[in-house]
């Protein structure tokens, strides 16, 4: 019984438990927390308009952000691409597309900077060659030949022929031959063939592929590239 009772005493005079230093940190987390919230209203009255300013302000920032690094949006200036791109519609460039290690592929439309080979402009235009290739036109029907293999284009402009200057050309590696799909009223690498470059566009050049019409609204589409370029053999191979 005596042991008992000791034990009991003791346990009644140990020392008080540590709820003092959870309050203590409690304390300063409220604090903290009404700082962040006195520097946020701050940041508020601050702004003209408050929190529909600031909300406004980070949309912007967002889609700056998409736009740089991501999808951004071209309006076509001519009708050199009719008819899948028409005047006036608003592309959406996809700018993930070559990166990681892919490169364009025939029958992509791409978007690229033209600066000191078809002039200080944007241009889309459809890749006909890449590294390697050679293309030429035309084959007794007509048609143009990549690596030996005529290629049908449905996406031509109506009664537009393939070409209606006849030419060949070696693309070098980490270039691109590209045609505009209106050939009687496109300004691309057939024009450029006896300037320096000889109409190909570097591969570094292309800013992304045009995946989407997103404008107007009637002519919104999805863009897939032609199943006609997938015959064409690589270069040097043999021709199935």
């Known amino acids: 019984m005596d042991t008992e009772a000791r034990n009991t005493e003791r346990d009644r005079s140990s020392p008080p438990s540590d709820s003092g230093d959870v309050t203590h940190v409690a304390e300063e987390s409220e604090e903290t927390e009404e700082r ?15 929190r529909i300013t600031l909300s406004v302000l980070l949309c912007m920032g967002f889609l700056l952000l998409l736009s740089t690094f991501v999808m951004q949006p071209f309006q076509i200036p001519s009708g050199s691409m009719e008819p899948a791109f028409r005047v006036g519609d608003r592309v959406l460039v996809n700018k993930l597309a070559y ?15 033209g600066s000191g ?14 590294g390697g290739d050679r293309v030429v036109c ?9 690596n030996g293999e005529p290629i049908d284009e449905p996406y031509l402009y109506p009664g537009d022929t393939p070409s209606q200057v006849p030419f060949t050309a070696v693309v070098p590696e980490g270039s ?48 897939k590239r032609p199943g006609s370029y997938a015959r064409v053999p690589a270069p040097g191979g043999a021709h199935g």
């Open 176 to 223: 691109l031959f590209l045609l505009g799909d209106h050939r009687s009223d496109s300004r691309d690498s057939r024009d450029h063939l006896g300037q320096p470059g000889g109409g190909m566009i570097p591969v570094d050049a292309v800013i992304g592929r045009a995946d989407w019409i997103a404008w107007p609204a009637g002519h919104w589409t999805s863009l």
């Open 99 to 113: 990166r990681f290690g892919s490169e364009p592929q025939r029958g992509d439309a791409v978007v690229f900077d």
């Open 117 to 130: 080979y078809f002039g200080d402009a944007n241009y889309i235009k459809r890749v006909v060659g890449t």
């Open 138 to 146: 035309c084959d007794k029907r007509g048609r143009v030949e990549v």
């Open 36 to 50: 962040s919230r006195s520097v946020f209203a701050s940041l508020l009255s601050w702004l003209p308009g408050g």
